[in-house]
């Protein structure tokens, strides 16, 4: 009886002081049809040894590939100090600060993650996070859309280097409202294409939406959309990656309303995909539509500073159907890591991370493109990660990659078929040269291979379109 | 032990830095970067040592009250001990290193987990099929009024655009039936506890997609009519959607299935033991019928020719609700948990619940509180009524609820459901010991006669915690959402 | 400069705020030439994420044998409350408790450890830890050498199947105060031969010393040892493992007066062979000969119950050159451990992994006594490890299985070449009858081959001296 | 935040079970146990459930000062910030998992790092070999003398009876030569807190093995005359052993090889950063010259035919210390930590340390305290007297220590060394900030004030505190040693 502290005899003490013999009288209200004597079938009890032995098999099982991989996820180190702290009961198994004055702890510790997301991004206001990078886009796109009120609009221009799992999200979860995502595809530099779909014509749109850096890698320079959405009227949403705001000029200086983020990189583990944690952060204007709860500063009855939630009219508890979103349970946890992780980097070690990443990808890709047959797909700037082209499918090279035990990075060419056999790779700050050259030496001797030995035929239609 | 501690920007000291966590080599080398996209100052971040910051998440740490150190008798949360070794094993390296893009060759390890935990949480709802993606409950219920919509339209039945929602429901369901664009017509909670049926057959027509219903409901008692209600539901066209928070109350016992669910989502943070984290990370996981499997969001894992694969190819799927394959991390935890609990222990999760529940009402009706449902068996948690007591003595539910703080307790969650004036809804949880409920007894009516003896102390409270009551006015009127000297931008 | 929190600017402050311009002016007191500009060569530092990084890869280089010895380390499950509880800071980065009032924690907490080691063993009194079981046992001695006031002897006499380690330190530590440990050898059932060494004879001994379950797995009766050391006026020491005692009658039931164990079944990890715990524990009016640290519980000044250390006038900073030890440091993180294993535990728990190690292990020793050319070598009750002897050297034996990945038992040979080839094997809760058959069929087929490739005459001389 | 916690065994209930806990099986099967063998009953542990534990003993825990939650001035101990890497890459399952009895060949990555260790350790000592084995400073002191006494004997020289030990020094150096057989010849320290070189010199003779040395001494400042102290030790055929508890002053400055030493033992619990664990585990690893090395405790690791191994084969060693290769896991530990540091940081530790130390000092001195050595140079740590403050006010070193907690900082070392009246031993470490300084300064000049204005209130401090002061002559008359409810044996 795992977790259950009664002993037999205080059980039956009191079922007898409940005037009933036996447990199954306690669901007398329930229809008999409906109650089981029986429990469903699964498998038997294990006490913590067993399942302790089953779940390091099978985490020993999982191979830790050499990983050139982000496209979202992304491996940094993870000072040892953030999941000392946040595995400390108080915040692991604390509640939602609901009763501040038992949650000082994690309140106070919101208001600084808050301020630090603030500061990071050049923003104003941040919220206490969403569930990961791509809701919060689809929470920055329903938040844009109740902020236009001048815009009668219900789409939302989008350009098509923003990351694919954020579109389709955000498509999931917009379409109820029946708002639309229109694509604005790229042009040959990666940068958007506004010649099939003016901003400013048609019905317009509520809002215009770009990450910097992309999913492809690039980091556009945003003074483009910005003054296009002033034309348009449009909001401008940007979406980021808080690493990489360690180096580049945050988007609140370029003037963004809106700005989202997948947090997993500040000091939160690649996990095969979660939880991970959403950032989002506005101009103080648009506070009262931020979905997703607040950390405020106000004082106790002493006058002294004390953390509340607040603004919770915005919220589901309050509102019902017209709160800003649904959101209840968010990330927490992710937010006490995240926040430990700014605080032990600071704004240096935070550049300095960013620079390291920068460099090492740098190499990676000066490195692959040495190698005949690979080259890039776009020359424009990029952060830690740029997408390169292969003169062969991509699946089998990343197959036979992960045979030498490299993650090679990822096949973006089934998302982005223009782009011919693509293939995004990355590096941060954890790669090293050997290993970068390790990569490098063993994809150059695959690619010296008989493409058949790959299992494929070199590409033939979607190879070029550009 | 330390009381206050100031925010640690003001611990901050330009210059200073935890050197360990700085790269070595600041990334030298060849940059593509055009200079004007380059940030002109560091971010404005702390500037601390390694032990400053250790010390102070530390001492904020322990302002926190959590289920390691108190009881938290917070109805319709379910607040019961996270088992460390949940927490351990999904901390191994092999789970926490695999990148969402590597191949599933590569960690069959982990999706063995969770295709498992699939399989469990499918036997204890009676559903076809379960999604483990949604990463909350109110993303659960996402999933499944969107899929009641999805269903309706794959039948070209159009109309349907409303969504039937008790008054004692959770806010997440009216909050998520306007996220899908849904109209939320809502219907009254009975005196007895259940819902009239006479305006459920008012509310329901061919508008109707569907109806929420949480069972045991906020109220803690159990719709006895569910069946009833089902047909009637059934009958007009509509689907049943079950909002397994409180799944607690009936774990082994009750299938949602059997009641004539058609989806249930399960905040695997409350039965299935997760941490909340202070707030979260939670997941939903949602079972559906099987005449719901087509529209199931994508991904969930497949078995196939012995290995395991996410599949995400499911053309009448709604499509995606995270970027990657939901909170795998608290999925672990819950697979953890559910493998320790084992088919024996599913019964006794529930059972004891029920009667650590229906004891806590017992005594507490026995010492002069108002149970809303005193004719009612509890189910896992129950309802009380202050209103005597504040109408005698001004104390509202909110005082009690801070004078509860003072004695080592949480509140008990305060005015949820809206339904019953100056309500307390209690849930203890199987976790609590008998002894642990004799003495949250006895601090309410300690709580209860300082009220009466004392009504001003109990509306100060609470005096020994941390701080003293916050102003949420000033909070809210004047909102304070970042630390400004941290963000000045000189 | 890693764990210094001054800014440049706040160390120039300082030196001159001290009249000096730079840290080498701080030594001004310590002669020239012994002061270095160049500090000594060491690695240069890393940062954490290399450290890391090199941590990882060696930790990941060392095998993870299935284990099958023990010889007084022993693979137990360690419930994973345990270390999330005593890494807390609180407990992981304290002082010792000296002032009492800011370690109530730790003081309380060793309190109830106390309790429960007193409770297991069946003794009055135990005391705050000593460094391992080996120590415990040196210690054990010394003590008794000074309660024994009656005898002038200073010799102990020791059972041969007492462990080694423990009787080599023993003897490091009792060999300055010219403390002489003399053996009792073993008779062919592995009980102590008292002919050639009577307790009554001689110079007379101050203690009596035995293990249960000793070296060798077995559990000898020791109420003959009682009898003996009372008839020679000698105390009786008895050496015993925690978890064993979670099924066997506690020694303090058959008249023990000091009693000595190994703590590191209760919940430490093996770690290569430390940190460990050694556990002590004595009768009442022994106590003010007790080495090491002792938490009392009194009442505050207010009269409430409170925690301190007690009776500190035995220890080396009150009584110095005349201490009951020169022991300080001791081993107080590792009593956390132990602490919360045995509440979790209790002591229906604790049988129930006594019960299940003993299970295993007669499991074991059918399944590999079955093979043609190993046999026991005592026709005697153990609990959970037992020697076998096998018809060849015992070291390439186990080398062959360590290349199956299987760490086969302990090669006793050397230690006691009277006893043949022997191997010392063991199996905890943690083997399971597969794994047990997995040895079983790896050895058989060992044993089958030709001796002579396993490199290796068959025994000759010293196989078979009783 | 709850104050005081009740025993683990009030907690405890009759068959109450942490089942997760227990296994399965009952280990049903053969046995071979006589029946007179196994016990009665149950041992008499406590019974309770998991949620019990670690409610209990987390709450315990937040009854602790510590590293990670406040400043501790302790001086000789050195409590610096432990860094959490070094604890989380000790604990890693591949370090942890290694059964000692494992062939070497199994885990040479866990013994590269204790041979690193061993050469790191060396540089720093200025010493030819070390070992490894000694679990804390006591037992490397218990080492160092052994070995001064075989290499005498070794030589014939059996007449060497007596160690020389200042009067200032710590009390595990006199006790630790007494547990080796040898007298203790107590020699005192100058007014300038040097030793007397003419009490030496009567000290000295055929029958010194040896003397034993903290440098700096346990008064914070160095002996200056340390090369002609080590000149006329080994001119009277004795050896010079380094207690070096106090290495962080020199850490990287001075070698005590250099200073004429011949054997030295370490407290990586203090200068390199392992935790003290409330009491424990540390590490005393010793370095010895050539001379000595013979004698060298058994094992320490070896690099042969690039394999490392334990070296026990050694015929003149003073033996085994510990049943294996000593505090394993401390070691890896330091290991981590010294690698972080490097070798640029190493003199980093020892002026900082030394900086915060004299920065203390004069800020102190300035603000009227009474420091014992004024006219010295502080090392790491220093003395100050309170016994003016005491003759004015009858507040004692150790009541100024309580109001110190109540001020949220652990206690300076009181009445230590034994020759200053009413002293406190300050030891800031080099990882406590200037701000931190400057707050203890603060706190320490209130607290003098207080003791001025109100000394009533400072001798019943702390007032704040989880207790008040605890009645320590009841605890020793009385000796409540085990919680004799848990213990009845009926
Ligand atoms: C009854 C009920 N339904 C739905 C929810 C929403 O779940 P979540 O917070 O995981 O989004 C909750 C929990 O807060 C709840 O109690
Ligand atoms: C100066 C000095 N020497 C020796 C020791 C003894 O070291 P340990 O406690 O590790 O045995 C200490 C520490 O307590 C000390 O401060």
Not at chain 1, 115 to 124: E, F, S, V
């Amino acid at each position: 009886m795992p977790f259950v502290p009664h002993t037999g005899e205080q059980s039956d003490q009191m079922l007898s002081r409940m005037g009933v013999s036996r447990f199954r009288d306690l669901y007398d209200e329930i229809p008999d049809s409906l109650l089981k004597d029986e429990p469903p079938h699964i498998l038997p009890g294990l006490d913590e040894a067993g399942v302790t032995r089953i779940a390091r098999e099978r985490a020993g099982r999982n191979e830790a590939l050499l990983c050139f991989a982000g496209g979202g996820a992304y491996e940094h180190h993870i000072p040892a100090a953030i999941w000392d702290i946040a595995s400390r009961g108080e915040f692991y198994s604390n509640y939602t600060p609901y009763q501040a004055e038992a949650a000082q702890g994690s309140l106070q510790l919101t208001y600084e993650y808050q301020t630090m997301i603030a500061g990071l991004t050049g923003m104003d206001v941040a919220n206490a996070s969403l569930y990961d990078g791509a809701t919060a886009f689809a929470e920055a796109c329903l938040m844009a859309v109740r902020c236009n009120k001048q815009s009668k609009s219900k789409r939302i221009l989008v350009a098509r280097s923003v990351h694919p799992a954020w579109r389709k999200v955000a498509h999931t979860l917009l379409s109820g409202q029946e708002i639309e995502l229109i694509e604005a595809p790229m042009d040959a530099s990666g940068r958007a294409d506004f010649a099939p779909v003016d901003p400013e014509s048609g019905g317009g749109f509520a809002a215009l939406a770009v990450a910097v850096p992309n999913y492809l890698g690039g980091v556009p320079d945003i003074r483009a959309w910005r003054a296009r959405a002033d034309r348009a009227r449009a909001l401008l949403i940007v979406g980021f990656n808080p690493v990489s705001l360690g180096l580049l000029r945050p988007p609140g200086e370029w003037g963004a309303d809106i700005v989202c983020g997948e947090g997993q990189p500040l000091g939160i583990p690649m996990s095969g995909g979660g939880p991970y944690l959403g950032l989002l952060a506005c101009k103080s204007r648009y506070l009262r539509q931020m979905p997703g709860r607040l950390a405020g500063r106000t004082v106790d009855k002493a006058g002294k500073p004390a953390y509340v939630l607040t603004l919770q009219a915005r919220e589901q508890h309050i509102r019902r159907s017209r709160a800003t979103s649904n959101i209840c349970t968010n990330q927490g946890l992710m937010v006490t890591a995240a926040t430990i992780y700014m605080a032990l980097l600071g704004g240096e070690g935070l550049r300095r991370v960013a620079a390291a990443c920068h460099a090492r990808a740098c190499e990676l890709v000066a490195a692959l493109t040495a190698i005949r047959g690979v080259q890039r797909v776009f020359d424009a700037p990029f952060f830690h990660e740029d997408v390169l082209r292969l003169d062969r499918p991509v699946a089998p090279v990343l197959a036979a990659l992960a045979e030498e035990g490299i993650l090679g990075g990822i096949d973006v060419s089934g998302e982005y078929p223009e782009l011919g056999h693509a293939l995004l790779v990355c590096a941060t700050e954890m790669r090293t040269s050997e290993e970068i050259g390790r990569y490098a030496s063993t994809l150059r001797e695959l690619m010296g291979r008989n493409l058949q030995s790959l299992g494929s035929a070199p590409c033939i239609d979607a190879s070029d379109p550009l | 032990m330390g009381q206050h501690t100031r925010l640690i920007f003001d611990v901050s000291r330009p210059g200073r830095r935890a050197h360990a966590q700085m790269p070595a080599g600041e990334g030298a080398g060849p940059s593509v970067l055009p200079a004007e996209l380059i940030r002109h100052r560091a971010a404005p971040l702390p500037e601390v040592s390694e032990l400053d910051v250790v010390r102070h998440y530390t001492r904020l740490s322990q302002l926190n009250f959590s289920i390691d150190t108190n009881s938290y008798p917070l109805g319709s949360c379910t607040m019961k001990y996270n088992p460390r070794a949940c927490h351990r094993l999904a901390s191994l390296p092999g789970f926490l290193d695999v990148h969402p893009g590597a191949p599933e060759a590569s960690y069959q390890g982990l999706l063995e987990c969770l295709y498992e935990l699939q399989d469990m949480l499918g036997a204890v709802t009676g559903m076809e099929a379960i999604t483990l993606a949604p990463m909350a409950g109110a993303q659960g219920e996402f999933a499944g009024v969107a899929m009641f919509k999805a269903y309706h339209h794959a039948r070209e039945d159009y109309g349907r655009d409303e969504i039937i929602v008790p008054d004692a429901a959770h806010g997440t369901n009216p909050a998520t039936a306007a996220m899908c664009g849904l109209k939320v017509r809502e219907i009254a909670t009975g005196t007895n506890g259940d819902i009239e049926l006479d305006a459920l057959d008012q509310a329901l027509g061919p508008r109707t997609a569907g109806i929420m219903l949480t069972n045991p409901s906020t109220l803690g008692v159990f719709e006895r009519r569910i069946l009833e209600i089902s047909k009637r539901v059934h009958a007009a066209g509509g689907l049943l959607y079950y909002d397994g928070a409180n799944l607690n109350a009936l774990l082994g016992r009750v299938l949602p299935g059997d009641m004539g669910f058609d989806a249930v989502h399960l905040n695997l943070h409350k039965t299935f033991s997760t941490p909340h984290g202070g707030g979260g990370p939670g997941a939903g996981a949602v079972g559906v019928a099987s005449a719901l499997k087509p529209f199931l969001p994508v991904p969930y894992v497949e078995k196939a020719e012995g290995a395991y694969r996410w599949q995400t190819d499911s053309p009448h799927s709604i499509g995606r609700l995270a970027a990657n394959g939901g909170n795998i991390g608290v999925l672990l935890r819950a697979w953890v948990y559910l493998r320790m609990l084992g088919r024996e222990g599913l019964q006794r999760v529930a059972d004891h619940a029920v009667l650590n529940a229906n004891y806590l009402a017992l005594r507490l009706a026995e010492e002069g509180f108002d149970l809303a449902y005193p004719e009612r068996r509890a189910g896992h948690e129950f309802v009380i009524s202050l209103k005597p007591l504040r109408d005698e003595t001004g104390v509202t539910a909110a005082d009690f609820a801070k004078a509860m703080l003072d004695e080592g307790f949480h509140a008990p969650t305060v005015y949820f459901p809206l339904l019953v004036p100056e309500c307390l809804l209690i849930e203890p949880t199987e976790t609590e010991s008998p002894e642990a409920l004799d003495a949250l007894i006895d601090a309410m009516v300690r709580v209860r006669d300082a009220a009466l003896s004392d009504p001003e102390a109990v509306r100060s409270a609470p005096h020994r915690m941390p701080i003293r009551r916050p102003d949420e006015v000033l909070a809210a009127r004047k909102p304070d959402l970042a630390y400004a000297p941290a963000l000045r931008r000189d």
